[in-house]
């Protein structure tokens, strides 16, 4: 029934829960699991053209340490990795069918408002994924998510 599983990954410390929950499904059905991270391009508008290419850069970088970290939480399955630019929930979903995915696995911030002010990625991807996607509620989980200020190294405490 699942033979490919995807897991998009934002790096952060929270994911370890949906990979927990990815690897048991991923170990139970002998699937094969692929690990995305989207670098997303929707934050550049407020960026200086000249800056792009610096933060996208430090972005891609965080993308490969969050796949490489996610990919050897995996011992017993086949696991491969992508890094993407654009919308998450675009590439979320157009990996899913690329890849011939029978399951996404990701997490979710739950109901959290300030979280979904500018729409929420995996209330996108349920609403339009062709395939069942298993969210995981990080909301409780400590946030370390990961921003263009962080991929800079900007002083974000104010």
């Known amino acids: 029934m699942y033979d490919t599983v ?3 990954t934002d790096g952060s410390e929270a994911m370890e829960t949906v990979v927990e ?11 094969d699991v692929h690990v995305l991270y989207v670098v997303d391009d929707r934050a550049f508008l407020t960026l200086d053209d000249d800056r792009i290419p610096e933060v996208t850069d430090r972005l891609r970088e965080e ?8 990919a050897a939480a995996f011992d ?20 899913a069918d690329e890849r011939d995915a029978d399951l996404v696995v990701m997490g979710t911030h739950g109901s959290d408002p300030t979280r979904n002010m500018l729409g929420s990625v995996s209330q996108k991807v349920v609403t339009l994924s062709s395939v069942p996607v298993l ?3 990080i909301a409780e989980t400590a946030d370390d998510s990961r921003s263009i200020d962080a991929a800079l190294g900007a002083d974000t405490d104010d």
């Open 21 to 31: 929950h990815a690897r048991d499904v991923a170990e139970r059905r002998g699937a």
């Open 135 to 137: 969210t995981v509620d």
């Open 6 to 8: 995807l897991l998009p």
């Open 63 to 70: 993308g490969e340490r969050a796949t490489d970290e996610t």
């Open 76 to 95: 017993s399955v086949t696991v491969t990795t992508e890094i993407r630019r654009g919308n998450p929930a675009d590439e979320i979903l157009a990996a």
